[in-house]
């Protein structure tokens, strides 16, 4: 059973557009809510990550929103740039696994010229 | 430099092989993670160690073992390599107060 449901499987954006990507989940005990960024042939990378205390955080043209009552978080990249064509992964973890994730089914983003 | 090693990189070996995927790292992190990721696909969390002599198995069933004799080594053991076994297999690892899990670049495991 995912615990992650993310979506959509794929999107493409022109260069300076907006890409949102969206994830949800169920269990309640999860406190960590990072994103990971991939690039062919390489392993996963930290974008940025969230705790449940704050609703937003913004790195740069990367912002996560964090909905708890909704049990909904998102990743918004402003000003989508192609070097930005990626697979993006959301995760959850739990207070004290951090480094247990849960992963996403991931988003293949295409940022056109 | 502190960072995360795998190797091989790619690896293609005949169904019944005993293979280990090596997995060492620079950061001095105690804790270390076994992921596996199909292509296009999620990643599953199949071993992770908390320190020197302690391993468990993940959420996803693998007939893989692991071992930690080392802080910095984590390497993953497959004692009959059979086709079902092909995947990318990703190691990472975290610290004691980070929450940030670090992965190293993977090994891509072809079981012909």
């Known amino acids: 059973q995912q615990q992650v449901k993310q979506s959509p499987q794929s999107l493409i954006v022109q260069k300076g557009g907006i890409s949102i990507i969206n994830c949800a989940y169920e269990?309640?005990?999860?406190?960590?809510f990072p994103w990971y960024q991939q690039f062919p042939g390489k392993g996963p990378a930290l974008l940025i990550a969230?705790?449940?205390?704050?609703s937003e955080k913004k790195e740069g043209r990367f912002t996560i929103s964090f909905n708890k009552s909704a049990k909904q978080f998102s990743l918004h990249i402003m000003d989508s740039q192609p070097g930005d064509s990626a697979t993006y992964f959301c995760?959850?973890?739990?207070?004290?696994?951090?480094?247990?994730?849960?992963f996403g089914a991931g988003t293949q983003v295409v940022v056109t010229p | 430099e502190a960072d995360i090693y795998q190797t091989p990189r790619y690896l293609v070996i005949g169904t019944g092989k005993k293979i280990t995927l090596e997995c060492s790292q620079t950061?001095?992190?105690?804790?270390m993670y076994w992921y596996q990721q199909d292509p296009g696909m999620e990643l599953h969390l199949i071993h992770y160690?908390?320190?020197?002599?302690?391993?468990e198995k993940g959420d996803l069933s693998s007939e893989s073992t692991v071992s930690r004799i080392r802080t910095e080594h984590f390497p993953l053991t497959l004692e009959s390599a059979r086709p079902s076994h092909t995947s990318q297999y990703l190691c990472?690892?975290?610290?004691?107060?980070?929450?940030?899990?670090?992965f190293g670049q993977g090994t891509r495991l072809t079981v012909v």
């Open positions: 269990n309640t005990a999860f406190d960590y």
């Open positions: 950061m001095g992190h105690d804790k």
């Open positions: 160690s908390y320190g020197v002599n302690s391993t």
């Open positions: 995760a959850a973890s739990k207070i004290g696994s951090w480094g247990k994730l849960q």
């Open positions: 969230i705790r449940p205390d704050v």
């Open positions: 990472a690892s975290s610290g004691v107060y980070g929450t940030e899990a670090f």
